[in-house]
């Protein structure tokens, strides 16, 4: 018979050998389970529709900073995409998906699987692109946002726009004249160009969009010569805005800005007398635009008539393009204090009063409402 050693030693010998055997079947298994997700992914990969707010059936899931595979399952379970999030959990663990889902805004549908559910996750979250023209007011910018779907709030946006502490660490921020007078601090700042949007972007983050390309669009150079003018970075900003609305194109731009510096250097025109300030004051009174300054328009005691009031208002009108900030810094040199409309998109010049006045009675009868737009 075998002695008690040599059992324990038999046993002990099945026990290992039969380790090892599961062993070996359980890392094939594992190995033949990640082979076939690799062909379910790689499958579903091959085979994915991108999925947008316009599909049938489409649920907007939103992805924020910080969120956990455990939260976005318990996001995904509360929009009834999923049954189980433990499941859910466990599958993207196993998948490899953990950390790679991508903040921002989704869109899935119900009919979808746990596997492409973590998939369309791990995707590019969806954007929205919006070109904005020079020459919006913050007015215009917000209602464009609101037609291309952004889902922020007006009023907290609006109180952001109105504090510069907010955002300080923007060199330009720091030159920002605050005033009672100025509506909307970061009025002129918003850089006119392309930009991508996630729908569901926050307040912050829209704004932070645009300042960041403003910053790269203002360089050293600009600043030095702002202060070789003897004007802050602020002040070239508020006379681009008016550039930039009253040009009828690039190439007329910097003859303007030489009428806007002749009259703000002349004693005798202290007043820059731009219809481009009325307007501005009528869109916030929600008044239709005009080609020329009423008579009430003038009189109006409003911070930023210009009719009204000298020098530069308290803020940017609209929203200056590079070339419109260029115009403001190199003026032409000539000595032209008036220009106007010629009926057709552009503007005439005139050194004398006298001069201006026979120009506007020669084209005002060609003067349209287009002309204000």
């Known amino acids: 018979m075998f002695s008690k050693k040599l059992r324990r030693a038999v046993f002990i010998l099945f026990v290992v050998l039969g380790v090892m055997v599961m062993g070996v079947v359980g890392i094939t298994m594992g190995y033949n389970y990640v082979l076939k997700q690799n062909d379910r992914l790689n499958a579903i990969r091959e085979a994915q529709t991108e999925i947008t707010k316009d599909t049938p059936n489409a649920v907007m899931v939103l992805i924020e900073s910080g969120d956990t595979t455990s939260i976005i399952a318990e996001k995904l379970e509360e929009l009834t995409l999923i049954e189980n999030t433990t499941i859910f959990s466990l599958l993207s663990k196993y998948n490899g998906f953990d950390g790679e889902y991508q903040v921002g805004t989704h869109y899935l549908t119900p009919d979808l699987s746990y596997d492409e559910i973590m998939h369309h996750l791990t995707l590019r979250a969806k954007t929205v692109t919006i070109r904005f023209r020079e020459g919006l007011s913050y007015i215009q910018v917000k209602e464009i946002l609101r037609e291309n779907g952004l889902q922020f709030n007006e009023t907290k946006l609006d109180e952001m726009m109105d504090s510069s502490n907010d955002f300080v660490d923007y060199r330009f921020v720091e030159m920002i004249n605050v005033s009672d007078d100025r509506d909307f601090i970061l009025s002129g700042y918003l850089f006119p160009d392309q930009y991508d949007f996630d729908v569901n972007a926050s307040e912050r983050t829209i704004l932070n969009t645009f300042l960041r390309n403003t910053a790269r669009k ?12 003897g004007m802050t970075m602020d002040e070239v900003i508020v006379l681009a805005s008016f550039i930039q609305a009253e040009a009828g194109g690039i190439e007329e731009m910097f003859d303007i800005s030489g009428v806007f510096h002749n009259r703000l250097k002349n004693e005798n025109f202290l007043k820059l007398e731009s219809c481009a300030s009325a307007n501005y004051i009528r869109e916030i009174d929600g008044l239709p635009r005009v080609w020329s300054a009423t ?16 020098g530069l208002p308290p803020g940017p009108i609209c ?55």
């Open 218 to 229: 203002i360089p050293e150079e600009y600043y030095e010569r702002a202060a070789y003018l």
């Open 295 to 310: 008579l009430e328009d003038i009189e109006l005691d409003h911070p930023y008539n210009t009719y009204y009031y000298q």
């Open 319 to 373: 929203m200056p393009g590079q070339d419109a900030i260029a115009a403001a810094l190199y003026p032409s040199n000539h000595t032209y204090y008036y220009f106007c409309s010629n009926g057709e998109g552009k503007n005439v010049f005139s050194a004398t009063r006298a001069e201006h006045e026979q120009k506007v009675a020669m084209y005002s009868s060609l003067w349209t409402d287009e002309d204000t737009e």
